[in-house]
């Protein structure tokens, strides 16, 4: 079994549905963003299974437990509100931190992004896990915390049973 990082995978995209998760994130900050010099809301950080193809938002799957034997990829999914439209685009560098039960960093990845002017909502996905179903995820509970600028915007505890 070939087991490798999918970091490529992340996508940057202009959201105008909000979503919704059973199990609410453990952090959502809210306040100025100095990486950005604005103010922002995370309005969410839901986390979903899928294969190195990234489903259409509508067929996505949002949950906080998964499979061992049928888990691939776990994408994150981190939406963000702006507290107003951008004039001009900005460049966000956002570090995705995976971690495993005892806290121990499993896997660091960051995604360079560019805020385009005129948006007042981006979403940023990004994944970890195996193209293979089982055998990748041991069982137990992971978190992905999500950082801008040395600012925890997000975290999310989820198991793998």
Known sequence: MRLRRCAPAWLLAF????GCSS???ETLYSGYLSALNQAIR????????AGKELPETDRRDYRTTFSAEETRYVYAELRIRYSGPRERG???SVEWVWS???G???DRQTADTTIEAGWVRSTHVWSYGSEEAGGFWE???YRVSLYA???LLAAQTFRVE
Do not use: K, R, S
């Open 149 to 151: 600028g040395g600012e």
């Open 42 to 49: 995370v309005e969410n950080l839901l986390l979903f299974e």
């Open 23 to 25: 199990t609410p994130p």
């Open 104 to 106: 121990g960093v499993i």
């Open 139 to 141: 069982l137990g509970t």
């Open 90 to 92: 900005a460049d966000l």
């Open 15 to 18: 959201v105008l549905a909000a």
């Open 100 to 102: 495993d039960e005892a």
